[in-house]
């Protein structure tokens, strides 16, 4: 009988000790928007450096987080109904429509163009020279004022394997220039490329990027990770995690 009672006095520990992991272990909903190369859904998840960074930051806390990709619109609207807890990349026209994010940004985004390298140009500023010229942009692509506000003919492409479609577009002269969201990506010396295409950067352009935070995360909840990201920026800058990688 004692027996009896001490295997009935285990299971209630254990069961125990598992309603009180389920109670503690608060759950995060992250959205997550396409955002070569940082964040990229032409590939598998763990492969994406952003999600790398943010992932190890958000291991350490008692959270249950779940990663949930999202076309750009729908986040959004996520987002503002609370339906997720945090979204990244944050865009342009989400920042319009929400205050709420973490206290610092990210990282710094750097656009640019990649050309065939006997077509190159190599300062962007110079705007006019983007008249005759028809560039391939992502579809999910912010593009910056002098590129939008030129008389350049933009070509619009989706669907799976994007960026990858743009650049060899490029390569083949079916457009005269591809607009990369970062072009660090693509343009260095161990990139199969690197010989054939050549690509600038739109300096004076960066922006910040934000984590965006929806209104209805719980203000203790809402430091426990603005504090995570602001120690583990100290240590290394995601900006710097990026470079270290190639």
Request: glycine letters at 4%.
């Given at each position: 009988m004692r027996g009896i009672n001490i295997i009935k006095k285990s299971v209630y520990l254990v069961a125990f000790s598992l309603y009180s992991f389920t109670v503690s272990a608060q759950s995060l909903k992250v959205g997550l928007i396409d955002y070569p190369p940082h964040i990229n859904f032409d590939e598998a998840l763990n492969k994406s450096p952003l999600y790398q960074y943010v992932n190890t930051v958000l291991l350490p806390l008692d959270l249950h987080v779940e990663f949930i990709k999202l076309p750009r619109k729908r986040a959004t609207l996520e987002l503002m109904k609370g339906n997720i807890d945090l979204l990244l990349p944050s865009s342009t026209s989400l920042e319009n429509k929400t205050k709420k994010k973490l206290s610092s940004s990210i990282f710094q985004s750097v656009p640019g163009l990649c050309f065939k390298k006997e077509s190159f140009i190599p300062i962007l500023s110079a705007t006019h020279r983007f008249d005759d010229l028809t560039i391939g942009v992502h579809i999910n692509s912010s593009v910056v004022a002098g590129l939008k506000d030129s008389e350049?003919?933009?070509?619009?492409?989706?669907?799976?394997?994007?960026?990858?479609?743009?650049?060899?577009?490029?390569?083949?002269?079916?457009?005269?220039?591809?607009?990369?969201?970062?072009?660090?990506?693509?343009?260095?010396?161990?990139?199969?490329?690197?010989?054939?295409?050549?690509?600038?950067?739109?300096?004076?352009?960066?922006?910040?990027?934000?984590?965006?935070?929806?209104?209805?995360?719980?203000?203790?909840?809402?430091?426990?990770?603005?504090?995570?990201?602001?120690?583990?920026?100290?240590?290394?800058?995601?900006e710097y995690y990026f470079a270290s990688r190639k």
């Amino acid at each position: 009988m004692r027996g009896i009672n001490i295997i009935k006095k285990s299971v209630y520990l254990v069961a125990f000790s598992l309603y009180s992991f389920t109670v503690s272990a608060q759950s995060l909903k992250v959205g997550l928007i396409d955002y070569p190369p940082h964040i990229n859904f032409d590939e598998a998840l763990n492969k994406s450096p952003l999600y790398q960074y943010v992932n190890t930051v958000l291991l350490p806390l008692d959270l249950h987080v779940e990663f949930i990709k999202l076309p750009r619109k729908r986040a959004t609207l996520e987002l503002m109904k609370g339906n997720i807890d945090l979204l990244l990349p944050s865009s342009t026209s989400l920042e319009n429509k929400t205050k709420k994010k973490l206290s610092s940004s990210i990282f710094q985004s750097v656009p640019g163009l990649c050309f065939k390298k006997e077509s190159f140009i190599p300062i962007l500023s110079a705007t006019h020279r983007f008249d005759d010229l028809t560039i391939g942009v992502h579809i999910n692509s912010s593009v910056v004022a002098g590129l939008k506000d030129s008389e350049a003919q933009l070509v619009y492409i989706g669907g799976d394997n994007a960026t990858k479609r743009g650049m060899e577009m490029t390569k083949k002269g079916r457009i005269d220039a591809f607009y990369h969201p970062s072009p660090i990506n693509v343009y260095h010396r161990k990139s199969l490329i690197y010989k054939e295409i050549a690509c600038s950067y739109f300096h004076g352009y960066s922006t910040p990027v934000y984590i965006a935070v929806a209104d209805t995360l719980p203000t203790k909840k809402f430091r426990l990770i603005d504090n995570a990201f602001q120690n583990a920026m100290l240590k290394q800058t995601y900006e710097y995690y990026f470079a270290s990688r190639k």
